[in-house]
């Protein structure tokens, strides 16, 4: 049975519901969020960060966005190309689909071109 989805994991589907169709599964704690199968938002420790890339990371720091930290077992800071946006993307669909969509954006991107199968 899947366990319930905290508050703020089933407003950040209700603020991406507009992009497209919209899935959210537990990992690593936190939360991932694939719209339309597209990897390209994270939930963890109650903030929400979406994908970015080289392309698009300047526009999340522009706005104040802090990319997405973690240590490791070691001990060591490590730092993902997932970012924090900015208050009001919070506040309504409206205000979250710029990001959203630059964050699908970059994780189409990010997708590895399938193989052609093997020919026989």
């Known amino acids: 049975m899947a366990r319930p989805l905290p508050e703020f994991v089933e407003h950040a589907c209700e603020l991406f519901a507009p992009l497209g169709s919209i899935r959210v599964r537990a990992m690593f704690g936190g939360w991932g969020f694939y719209c339309d199968e597209i990897f390209f938002a994270i939930v963890a420790d109650e903030t929400l960060y979406l994908k970015a890339d080289s392309e698009s990371a300047d526009s999340f720091r522009q706005a104040g966005g802090e990319p997405f930290r973690f240590t490791t077992r070691?001990?060591?800071?490590?730092?993902?190309?997932?970012?924090?946006?900015?208050?009001?993307?919070?506040?309504?669909?409206?205000?979250?689909?710029?990001?959203?969509r630059l964050a699908l954006a970059a994780a189409v991107r990010a997708r590895k071109p399938k193989k052609p199968p093997a020919r026989k």
Do not use: F, H, K
């Open 74 to 100: 070691d001990g060591r800071t490590e730092t993902m190309n997932y970012w924090t946006i900015p208050g009001e993307a919070l506040e309504s669909p409206v205000e979250m689909q710029p990001w959203g």
